[in-house]
C-alpha cells in the first residue's frame, strides 16, 4: 500500500519506518525543513534506540523517503496518518488541535482518489469528525473517509512496540477503511495482536483513558513510596507484594520522581479538560496531576534535605536529565523542575545525560555540562540520579567516593540497593526506601 505519514516526530518517523519495514512504500512529510533535509543525509533527528539502521535499510530498498512536499506525498495514497504534535494549550490544558487541523486542511487539499485519513495523533474526542468537517469543507468533491488509530509506543522501545503491540486500535467508519488499515498491519495478524476495531469516538478516548491510568498507576506507588519512608518499609517490597497480583500487574510500579514526558502530562491535562467540557469530572485525574506536579517540586526538597537542608553554595551532580533513558527526549522531565529549584536554593549544578545534553541546553541554564558521571561528580557535595540510563547502573563506587566531597548520593530511581551503598560507605537516599548511612568503623 501507500502511505503518507505527516509528521516525523517521535511517533511519525518511527511509525513510517515501521510501515516501510511491514513492506509498504512510505513518504513522509514534515514542515520542519531541517529535519527533512537531515533525513535525506540519512541523519536520524531524534534518538530512539535501532531506528537509525531501520531507516538506512528501507530507504535503499526504495520503500521508504522524505520530502517537505506534501502534494508529492499524499496525490495517490491509500492511506494518510496526521503524525503532528499535539501539545498542551496555555491556559487551560486543553490539547492543542491546530497542527492537526492545519494538517487535514493541506491533505484535503493534495488528496487525489479515494484515501483514508488516519489520525495517529493523540486526540480528544470529536477530533476525527471535526478532521472530516474541515477536509470536506476544504474539497467539497473528495473521496475520503477519516479513521483513528491512536499510538501507543514508547520512546526508547518505540521500534519494539510498533512491531510487537500489545494491541491496536482502530476508529473507522466503514469495511473499506476497516480493509484498508488491516492490510497496513497484516504482518501483525501473523503474530496474533488483537486489532480492535471500534467507532472513531472510543478509539480517541480509548488512548487518553490508558494513559491516564497509567500515569495515575505510577502517581500511586508514589504515594505509597512517601508512606513507605515515614514507617520505615521498602516500597519495592511493597510493589512486588501486590504486582503479582494478577489484578493489579507489575509493571508501572516504580516509585520515582514523579511522572513525565511529551505524553502523561499533557494527555492527562486534556482528559480532565475534556470531561469538563462534557460535565464529567475526572476527579481521581484531577489529583493525579495536582500530587504528581507537587512530587516533581518535593524532589528537590528531597535532595536539600539530604544536603544538611541548604545546598546554598555547594555543588550537586546530577545523572541524568531526560524523563526516561533511551531518549533525548526533555518535555516535562522532572529534572526542569529539580534543577533550577536547587539552583535557585543556592546550589551549582554540574550535569551529564548520555543523550539528553543538546535538548536539555536549550531548557536549562547556567549548568555546568560534564562530560560523564565521573566528570559531574568531580568536587560536588551530593551526586542525584534523576534518570535509570544503565551506564548509571554499575558505576564506580570507590571512583565516585573519591572524586565527590562526601560520600552522598540521592537516588531517586531506586537503582541501588540501600545494603550495597551502605558497604561501599555512602549515605544513600532513595525513594519509599531507609536512607542509610555508613556504618561506623571499629
Ligand atoms: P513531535 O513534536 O516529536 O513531532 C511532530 C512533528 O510534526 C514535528 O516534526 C513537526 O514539525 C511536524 N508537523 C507539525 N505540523 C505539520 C504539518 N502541517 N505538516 C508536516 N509536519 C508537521 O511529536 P510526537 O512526540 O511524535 O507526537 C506526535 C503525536 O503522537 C502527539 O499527538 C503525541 O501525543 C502522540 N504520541 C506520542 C508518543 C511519544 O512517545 N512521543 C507516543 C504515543 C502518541
Given at each position: ?36 533535509s ?11 534506540p ?74 480528544p474526542v ?16 473528495a473521496?475520503f473517509?477519516?479513521a ?11 521500534i ?8 491496536v ?16 498491519y497484516r ?8 486489532i ?5 469516538e472510543t478509539a480517541e478516548?480509548i488512548k ?33 507484594g ?20 511529551s ?9 480532565v479538560a ?7 469530572p ?5 489529583t493525579v ?14 535532595i ?5 537542608d ?22 516535562d ?27 536539555a541546553?536549550k ?26 540510563w ?47 548511612a ?5
Amino acid at each position: 500500500m501507500r502511505v503518507a505519514m505527516i509528521g516525523t516526530g517521535y511517533v511519525g518517523l518511527v511509525s513510517g519506518t515501521c510501515f516501510s519495514e511491514f513492506g509498504h512504500t512510505v513518504i513522509c512529510v514534515d514542515k520542519n525543513p531541517d529535519r527533512i533535509s537531515a533525513l535525506q543525509r540519512g541523519e536520524i533527528p531524534i534518538f530512539e534506540p535501532g531506528l537509525e539502521d531501520l531507516v538506512d535499510r528501507n530507504v535503499k530498498a526504495g520503500r521508504l523517503s522524505f520530502t517537505q512536499d506534501i502534494k508529492a506525498a499524499v496525490d495517490g495514497a491509500d492511506a494518510v496518518f496526521i503524525a503532528v504534535g499535539t501539545p498542551s494549550r496555555r491556559g487551560d490544558g486543553e490539547a492543542d488541535l491546530s497542527y492537526v487541523y492545519a494538517a487535514a486542511k493541506e491533505i484535503a487539499q493534495a488528496m487525489n482518489g479515494f484515501t483514508l485519513v488516519v489520525t495517529k495523533s493523540t486526540v480528544p474526542v470529536g477530533t476525527g469528525r471535526e478532521v472530516e468537517r474541515i477536509i470536506r469543507e476544504t474539497r467539497p468533491d473528495a473521496d475520503f473517509e477519516v479513521a483513528s488509530n491512536p499510538e501507543f509506543l514508547r520512546e526508547g522501545a518505540a521500534i519494539e512496540d510498533f512491531m510487537r503491540p500489545d494491541r491496536v486500535v482502530c476508529g473507522a467508519q466503514s469495511e473499506r477503511s476497516r480493509e484498508i488499515l488491516r492490510n497496513l498491519y497484516r504482518p501483525l495478524y501473523l503474530n496474533e495482536t488483537p486489532i480492535l476495531f471500534t467507532e472513531l469516538e472510543t478509539a480517541e478516548l480509548i488512548k487518553y483513558a490508558a494513559n491516564a491510568f497509567l500515569a495515575m498507576k505510577i502517581t500511586f506507588i508514589n504515594e505509597v513510596a512517601d508512606l513507605c519512608e515515614r514507617v520505615k518499609v521498602n516500597v519495592q517490597d511493597v510493589a512486588r507484594g501486590i504486582g503479582l497480583d494478577g489484578r493489579i500487574g507489575s509493571k508501572f510500579l516504580h516509585a520515582g520522581p514523579g511522572y513525565g514526558g511529551s505524553c502523561f502530562p499533557k494527555d492527562t491535562l486534556a482528559l480532565v479538560a475534556t470531561g469538563r467540557k462534557y460535565q464529567a469530572p475526572l476527579r481521581i485525574i484531577e489529583t493525579v496531576i495536582d500530587i504528581n506536579d507537587r512530587r516533581k517540586r518535593h524532589m528537590a526538597d528531597k535532595i536539600i534535605g539530604a544536603c544538611g537542608d541548604s545546598v546554598a553554595g555547594k555543588t550537586v551532580a546530577v545523572l541524568g536529565l531526560t524523563f526516561k533513558p533511551e531518549t533525548d527526549d526533555m518535555r516535562d522531565s522532572p529534572s526542569l523542575d529539580i534543577v533550577p529549584t536547587l539552583q535557585a536554593a543556592g546550589a551549582t549544578v554540574r550535569a551529564y545525560d548520555p543523550e539528553g545534553i543538546p535538548e536539555a541546553k536549550k531548557l536549562l541554564k547556567d549548568v555546568v555540562w560534564c562530560s560523564d558521571a565521573y566528570d559531574a561528580a568531580n568536587g560536588a557535595d551530593a551526586l542525584a540520579i534523576l534518570t535509570e540510563w544503565n551506564q548509571f547502573r554499575a558505576l564506580d563506587l570507590r571512583r565516585l567516593k573519591t572524586l565527590l566531597k562526601q560520600p552522598l548520593m540521592v537516588d531517586l530511581r531506586n537503582i541501588y540497593k540501600p545494603a550495597e551503598m551502605q558497604q561501599a560507605g555512602f549515605t544513600y537516599h532513595s525513594i519509599g526506601r531507609p536512607v542509610v548511612a555508613p556504618k561506623a568503623s571499629g
